[in-house]
């Protein structure tokens, strides 16, 4: 038996070494919300954080991680959709198909709490997260509306 902390819980669950921390991620502890893509972690649909780093977890073996470290997936940011990153993406309406969704948020999370107001060179080096339906403009603007202070409450 293996056991992991994933969004502030340890996770027991059994999977081989090799396997990669998305696999246990989605099908052993039963969390979706990350993406399986491309597999070769050039997409970012499958990021999470690993202690604060932003991580593609298609390609990272599940022995790379100890349970003393702290993986944060998309479910992990807020049970309600309340963190400021997942506000703003829902103020602009920035997903279209939502599927590379998850792993935008979880970069422009990272990117955010490294460079709270990031210039456009550091979201374009930050954001590296493909979407085939070509959200990266409403990307960027969500990014700005939390930097310059967040979204506005809906009406």
């Known amino acids: 038996m293996a056991s992991l902390n994933v969004n502030g819980k340890s996770r027991e669950f059994q999977a081989e070494a090799d396997t990669p921390l998305l696999w246990v991620i989605r099908e052993q502890i039963g969390l979706t919300g990350t993406k399986y893509g491309c597999g070769v972690a050039q997409c970012g649909a499958c990021t999470v954080h690993i202690d604060g780093v932003p991580t593609r977890s298609c390609v990272r073996p599940l022995s790379s991680v100890g349970p003393a470290q702290k ?36 970069a422009a999370v990272a990117l955010l709490k490294a460079k709270p107001k990031p210039t456009d060179a550091d979201i374009d080096e930050a954001m590296s997260n493909i979407c085939r339906c070509g959200t990266y403009n409403r990307v960027r603007a969500a990014i700005k509306l939390v930097a310059s202070g967040g979204p506005a409450p809906q009406v």
Do not use: R, Y
């Open 71 to 106: 993986i944060v997936t998309i479910e992990g940011l807020s049970a309600d959709g309340s963190h400021p990153v997942q506000k703003a993406w829902a103020a602009l309406d920035v997903p279209q198909c939502g599927f590379c969704q998850s792993g935008m948020i979880m």
